[in-house]
């Protein structure tokens, strides 16, 4: 019988599971080696077969009726003589009862490694592969690593090697190792199928046993079928009828309107925010800016227009901040005027979880859909882009810088920059919060900022996605040349919640996103404090060629915790070698001087000629690939009455970088106690350093996150 | 054969394995069910004692210079009848050679869960149990816990629910569960072993079966003998031939001393540290202070003395701070003068490691051991007690509070005192660093410590100890009455390079630890900025309930993230049941006001009888157990010209907690924006909560961190 008459005849069904002579038969087209097996409808056929494959056999009793075999007592292992196989199969004809149908009868595979591969559809990113460790540990161990379909043979190595029983797959007592292509072709098999046949819900093969000598033979598997609808994870709809060009047209020009229209502008109040009209004004925006409400003649003494239809220009965008159940009326009002862009502020639709929410939210889609609106939120904060003057919340930098954020949330969007630009110094080009994304999503922003010059690297908060395939596939190929930094939130079960109740999106399970980063390599961050962290030592350093830092200050137990740090986050600090030593040891003395890694050494703070000549050391070796200078700024405010840590400043910007053969160069800056002096010298400090172009962290820990992802990041690209 | 006599006849070879059925005899008199097994010299004596058995059996050939029987082919498992038993020993016999000596014949036990078991000594610890995933996975997976021994029931009770793969010893896939009884029998008879027999060097029980029916079966284990000589942790040294009164007594000296005579002064330096006498003077110590130098008649206008002899009395404490290899004179001074207390600041010992060091380090051992001295350091920063106006560094806080603060390293010791008492409010009764524990250790000034009436809380930086099995003694019985928080530094490999480099302190395993938290209670963290914020909480929540919180604020996007950082670090972040959500709708609209968890409620900050009357209803219920007060400033600065942030801060302090029914409060200040009002709102807002004992963090994060600890540890008091 051919499959694929099988699976169509099938597929009217819902959910309905392939029999396992199908499934069987389907997986192996597709490159999964399966047990041979033969069917016996009588006794002497089962001794004949048995007699043909040889024994050890397994006999299974089948039946459409009949899902859990071993539970039920139907299947016989390890049957080694005609006598044994006789018996059985008589064993099983009696337990299968009614349901029974026929034996089949298999060799007995026998291996101590077994694995579990597998197919499932996410809801956000469509067909997923599995792999891991099977057998009873399956479910008892977790051991289980995903990726997202398309699979190519690195991807599936890569996969393979994740796992963290993977030295199973090596030789291991006395077997040989497991055939490794032979898995690669079963994932990569999986990943096709997911791909060709929509109609496959979900593909259980377990187990697949590593025998002895590697061979690698899946012994039972499952196919289930679904309804083969919106479950691909193909774009449920076209965003808005345009092309990818004309997106980016129309959000070029919302970044950088000539003319903004705000429909919902109420006086300025007193107290509290003081609304979106306000806002823009404030930040000094330099075009044409209208105030539209039906009810009054002037706001702050500028002429208000009743609606859109009235002003005297169509607008590059129009700001939406009246009561959720006016923005449909809003919406008619932008249609009836030829008005396309728009930002929606106010909030109270699908967000709420309320069915008064979500019948707006139904409402407001059909309207924008319809009249070809590209609709940024609502429920969301909009833009902020400093080089056009343009800001719809309350405060933020005018400075422009080479990073863009796009976030889910406004809070997000507003606290993230704001702490950024000020604390850290980290300057944006493009910030867009888009909340609910009626119409445009995260990916259309993504595919602006991809060509947009200004962009060095991308910023991301991310709570769910309409369209996981599109962001994946985006960000797989965006991330090669521009850094993609995403804080994914909502991983945990209860973050999960609280995402749906703020955005109503859908937060993917944690083992999908690990596989998204993996795969697309974009740079994982877990909290705002460790994005902005992570962007520092992107702006500073294009390139980085490992993972072994060496660490040059001051102070015995910051060295053992900053050891212990760099182990947890991935980095080396390797132990310098014996030739490296001596040649440091020919200028620093050894007392008060440590050498070894962290070099605890007061000498090369104190004197900068032996400090540049240390640089030159280390980097001119091929053992180490990264600097971190650790300023004790207490100990060294006690040194030249302070003028001490502006000259080490001054040299790091003007000197130390000349000798550092283009690795990348941090510094922390520690400060415990109070003492105002050292307070001062530490902005002069950091001002130095800041205009010097010099990353500057507050703790070890934060530099050497930072520079972990730096490594990461350039590793990935460089595997490439 | 009496299995005392064979191993005392053993004994005085080094390490040495016991023979298979040795081994098997010795455990299975401490509880270990060892599967039966008999001795076949001939065939027919095999099949005889299989029949006896039944079917199947297992044969083994050994012998004595047989290592790796089933590598060597000489284990036949699941022989089913007498033939196969007669053709399996003659195979053995021939497989085995002059090696084999005779065959041993086992019942086959068949069992899918494979566990294994063992003893080992710890360097520091000595002997600890360990269980964990058996079979091929052991390594694989390494999912194995360890205990220090003793173990009681209830230790391993939680030892096996401490394994990842413990639901594997549920009832599972229509097996029984194990036999939990007999594996708590075999792990505290294992720890029974390792206190009892000295000379056991190493128990390797693997694998042990679990078969269908739950029940527990050893078979095979293997115990090596060592030389007995120490490695059972039972101290090396008395540290100082004096009782534990004795010391304490002299510690309480130390840190109030009369009088302090300082080795090693030069006049105040201009520049850099200014040395031991400068330290203490300027902190406004109100004692008697000798500077002695022999090459000075007076030091900043004080009359030196030429040597502790030539002082007019017998001080209560010498610092010695002159070159190291004036120490031993130093030292020989003390004793010729009757000064037995003392802190030596002067590093070049030990913590070098290199042989001038090592060699000065063993000849002031042998001076003050000798002497009967106690001493503090060498290589560390010595005491800082505000009370008594002692301080031998350069600037701390005169201010007393409940934590005491051992730590091996000096750099930590001031460090983190300045940090926690300058940022974080947080003072100290007794901080001492005593660097490379000459004489007095840490368990000394924890021993002290337990007593002082002024220490409510202990913190502790270790690196390594040397006598781990004290200290473990000692924390957890103090760790029931007064909160121990340690962090151990150097559990990563690079770490523990860094420690040796650094006090020449053993750094124990990583598992060890773990073992060590989970069984004494103490509070583990990582990183001096986690156990300040630990300690905030102690200082001010002496009981917590259970780990559920609420949290209240403003901020979708930080919902989200403070649900994931809840998840991560243990606490729960519930669902309000509807009653809940009921009683506070009455009172609270829904507009702008989300009331799931986090409550998202702008109503709440701004109208403080909903505030109390929401605190009240949450507080009254059985549901949760603690509140985290969210406050973004940089919203509330723009309600009542900022004067809200004053207004909120004190309806905390003076109202809010009178509505928490006893339940730990805490507040998170969060300001992103620069905006200097903001920036004073907040400085009001943080006085007020601290003089108000409201503990406030400056991330959720943070705030979570530290609560997760507090419930963690009174989950551990409530269940002794």
Chains 1, 2 share one sequence.
């Not at 774009?235 to 345009?242: A, H, I, M, R, Y």
């Not at 919060?433 to 009626?438: D, F, I, P, V």
């Not at 350093?541 to 986050?569: E, H, M, P, Y």
């Not at 400060?671 to 002096?677: A, G, I, K, L, S």
Request: with cysteine.
């Amino acid at each position: 019988m051919c499959m694929v008459e099988s699976v169509d005849r099938i597929k009217t069904r819902t959910r309905s599971p392939l029999s396992e002579a199908e499934s069987k038969s389907l997986l192996a087209g597709y490159g999964v080696p399966m047990v041979r097996e033969a069917v016996a409808m009588h006794e002497d056929e089962a001794v004949a077969l048995s007699e043909s494959i040889g024994f050890p056999v397994v006999l299974k009793g089948v039946g459409k009726n009949i899902a859990h075999k071993t539970e039920r007592g139907l299947v016989k292992v390890n049957l080694k003589s005609s006598g044994e196989v006789l018996n059985s199969f008589r064993t099983l004809k009696e337990a299968g009862g009614d349901d029974w149908e026929e034996c089949l009868v298999q060799p007995f595979i026998q291996g101590r490694r077994e694995f579990v591969a597998g197919l499932a559809r996410d809801p956000q990113f469509g067909p997923v592969v599995m792999f891991g460790l099977g057998g009873i540990f399956t479910e008892a161990i977790g051991d289980v690593v995903f990726r997202i379909a398309p699979l190519n043979e690195s991807d599936a190595r890569d996969m393979i090697g994740e796992l963290a029983s993977c030295t199973l797959l090596g030789a291991f007592r006395g077997e040989a190792a497991a055939d490794t292509g032979r898995l690669v072709r079963v994932l990569t098999g999986l990943s096709r199928l997911g791909l060709e046949r929509p109609d496959i819900e979900e593909v259980d093969i377990n187990p697949m046993i590593v025998g002895p000598d590697g061979g690698v033979t899946a012994v039972d598997a499952l196919v289930v079928l679904g309804s083969g609808e919106g479950k691909t994870a193909t774009p449920d709809e076209k965003n808005v009828s345009e092309t990818t060009e004309e997106i980016n047209a129309a959000i070029e020009i919302m970044t950088h309107p000539k003319s903004v229209a705000v429909m919902g502008v109420t006086r300025t109040p007193g107290d509290g925010f003081p609304g979106m009209y306000a806002c823009i004004r404030n930040f000094g925006y330099p075009g044409r800016l209208y105030p539209v409400n039906p009810k009054a003649d002037e706001i702050d003494g500028v002429k208000a227009y009743p609606d859109l239809v009235s002003l005297p220009e169509q607008v590059d965008l129009v700001v939406i901040s009246v009561p959720a159940p006016l923005v449909p009326d809003a919406l008619r009002d932008c249609i009836a005027s030829g008005n396309k862009n728009i930002h929606i502020f106010t909030s109270g639709f699908k967000e709420t979880g309320e069915e008064a929410g979500l019948k707006l939210h139904a409402e407001i889609e059909k309207i924008a859909r319809e009249g070809g609106l590209r609709v940024v939120g609502p429920n969301c904060m909009g833009f902020y882009v400093p080089a056009s003057r343009m800001l719809t919340w309350t405060e933020a930098s005018t400075e422009s810088g080479p990073v863009s954020f796009i976030s889910q949330s406004g809070g997000n969007a507003q606290d993230f920059t704001s702490y950024a630009s000020s604390r850290l110094g980290i300057h944006f080009s493009k910030v867009i919060s888009y909340g609910n994304a009626l119409t445009l999503d995260s990916t259309d922003f993504l595919e602006y900022l991809a060509r947009d010059d200004e962009t060095r690297i991308i910023a991301m908060y991310l709570e769910g996605v309409k369209d996981g395939r599109k962001l994946f596939d985006l960000i797989s190929g965006i991330n090669l040349k521009k850094p993609v930094i995403v804080m994914k939130g909502g991983l945990s079960e209860s973050g999960a919640r609280a995402v749906a109740s703020h955005t109503g999106s859908m937060a993917g399970a944690e083992k999908i996103w690990r596989a998204f980063f993996r795969q697309t390599g974009a740079v994982r961050v877990d909290s705002l404090e460790e994005m902005a962290e992570v962007a520092k030592a992107f702006i500073h350093f294009r390139k980085c060629g490992g993972r072994r830092a060496v660490i040059l200050g001051t102070g015995g137990g910051v060295g053992v915790a900053a050891a212990d740090s760099c182990a947890k986050a991935g980095l080396e600090l390797p132990v310098l070698p014996p030739d490296l030593l001596e040649q440091l040891r020919e200028f620093i003395p050894p007392a008060g001087n440590m050498i070894t890694n962290p070099i605890d050494a007061h000498l090369v703070l104190l004197d900068h000629k032996v400090f540049a000549h240390t640089l030159d050391i280390l980097s001119g070796t091929p053992y180490l690939d990264m600097f971190i200078i650790s300023l004790h700024l207490d100990w060294l405010r006690s040194r030249e009455q302070g003028t001490l840590i502006e000259k080490i400043g001054r040299f790091i910007v003007d000197e130390a970088r000349r000798h550092t053969n283009g690795k990348p160069l941090v510094v922390v800056v520690r400060q415990y106690q109070p003492n105002p002096q050292t307070k001062e010298c530490r902005s002069g400090l950091e001002e130095i350093l800041l205009k010097g172009g010099v990353p500057a962290y507050e703790s070890l820990q934060k530099a050497v996150f930072a520079l972990s992802k730096l490594a990461a990041y350039h590793a990935f690209i460089a595997a490439r």
